[in-house]
């Protein structure tokens, strides 16, 4: 068969991994100059390795994410150190990226909190059946089982923060329990950047003959009488017998308005957060105590969800002697941050570094760059699994697979593989039908 996928991410490229090895002619088509989707890193001069426009990192238990690297040969080039992450409480930060941190972590208070902060935690570690759990809020479901303290303390701040005002009383408790389940404390990253693994797969898929086409936005897609798909992009009108997309719910629905009104509605329904990041290179570090990732509430008052120092994760020396400092948040694209210029976004979020480490000064910032995206978090609402498109789509030949089908499991890279590789065996096994 000739397939079309729309996108180099990871999704699409895994998607195409599978097919090419099953024999079919693949062309991916990509609208951005390189692959990785929101994974895509960029590289300063002097730097050996990339940085991720967003941050990212993997989970030593992501198993797509393990198995994909045995298949490519690449497993090798996987690294996970041991970061340190902590928690705000107070004006201070304290650890909390272990079970003993957890429970020294002067939030939760003494003695009934913690017994069932730890009790609930491991309730959730240990059980399958997330399903019932999708029928409640996270709010609901924790001050009934946490309890009041707990809830305000711990989840409350990181629902706000994750998901606003608007939605943080909305999720659904089968959201946080995958989070719970499956995350581990150990962080993983690739040899040179998440970008060179983006170009070490992509070179991969053209040594299996798929062909890919940077800088290739595509505009339509056009059913034809015969069955086949005609992609309309920059590269022209090509024909193709199956097509997938694995592109944002929006847009998906803007290329095929053909699609069934149900079907399109579903898309067009979805609720998502943008993402607003800023990445800084300081010419000194920041954190003293060697502090990876800062959860931050937002009412401590700080202008942005997490701070991420990137070199306390991995080298400085593997970019210059700079040391990388993210600073993001997930926000709905009316906030202002997504009209804000560079420049207005660098002078709200310089002052709070002060409170990471007094003595910083602005002048310690060597460059900076900003990273906007509209869809970047999926916001699941209750019993959300009954409106998830499917990915096969109503339309023969055409199937979609995004991050917001990845439900119960949260936006990530891991995620994306899994998907991508169950859309390409829905299109052979549809192909041999």
Do not use: C
Not at 206 to 211: D, E, F, I, S, V
Not at 387 to 407: C, D, E, K, N, W
């Amino acid at each position: 068969m000739k397939i079309a996928i729309l996108g180099a991410g990871y999704g699409g490229m895994a998607a195409a991994f599978d097919l090419l090895r099953a024999g079919q002619d693949v062309t991916v088509f990509e609208s951005a100059e390189a692959a990785g989707g929101l994974a895509a890193g960029f590289k300063a001069p002097g730097w050996d390795w990339s940085v991720e426009r967003f941050y990212h990192h993997w989970f030593q238990s992501d198993a797509h994410m393990l198995k994909l690297m045995d298949d490519l040969g690449l497993r090798h080039k996987m690294l996970f150190p041991r970061p340190k992450t902590v928690m705000y409480h107070r004006g201070k930060f304290y650890p909390f990226d272990s079970i003993p941190a957890a429970l020294l972590y002067p939030g939760l208070g003494w003695g009934v909190n913690k017994i069932r902060f730890g009790l609930v935690g491991l309730y959730l570690r240990l059980t399958n059946n997330w399903q019932p759990l999708e029928q409640t809020t996270v709010e609901a479901w924790m001050r009934k089982w946490a309890g009041d303290s707990v809830y305000r303390e711990m989840w409350e701040p990181m629902l706000v923060g994750k998901f606003g005002e608007r939605y943080a009383q909305q999720v659904n408790m089968a959201w946080m329990w995958a989070r719970l389940h499956a995350r581990t404390t150990r962080l993983g990253t690739y040899q040179g950047g998440f970008q060179a693994f983006s170009d070490d797969f992509a070179a991969h898929l053209r040594g299996l003959g798929g062909k890919i086409l940077f800088s290739t936005p595509v505009t339509a897609l056009q059913s034809e009488a015969d069955g086949s798909w005609t992609v309309r992009s920059a590269a022209g009108d090509q024909r193709f017998d199956r097509v997938l997309s694995t592109t944002s719910p929006g847009w998906m629905a803007r290329l095929a308005p053909q699609l069934p009104e149900d079907y399109l509605k579903g898309l067009l329904e979805l609720k998502h957060l943008g993402a607003v990041v800023m990445v800084l290179a300081l010419r000194r570090q920041l954190s003293p105590q060697g502090y990876y990732w800062y959860n931050l509430p937002k009412s401590a008052g700080f202008p942005y969800l997490a701070l991420v120092e990137h070199t306390n994760f991995v080298s400085p020396e593997h970019f210059g002697g700079d040391h990388i400092l993210y600073m993001g948040d997930y926000l709905e694209t009316d906030h202002a941050y997504f009209q804000m210029s560079q420049e207005e976004l660098l002078e709200r979020f310089l002052p709070s570094l002060a409170r990471i480490n007094p003595d910083f000064q602005p002048d310690w910032v060597r460059q900076s760059w900003l990273f906007r995206t509209p869809y970047a978090q999926p916001v699941p609402l209750l019993n959300h699994s009954r409106h998830i498109p499917a990915v096969r789509t109503p339309l023969a030949g055409l199937y979609f697979a995004s991050m917001s089908q990845v439900y119960p499991w949260d936006r990530g890279t891991n995620f994306a593989v899994e998907i991508g590789r169950r859309a390409a065996e829905m299109i052979l096994t549809d192909g041999q039908a």
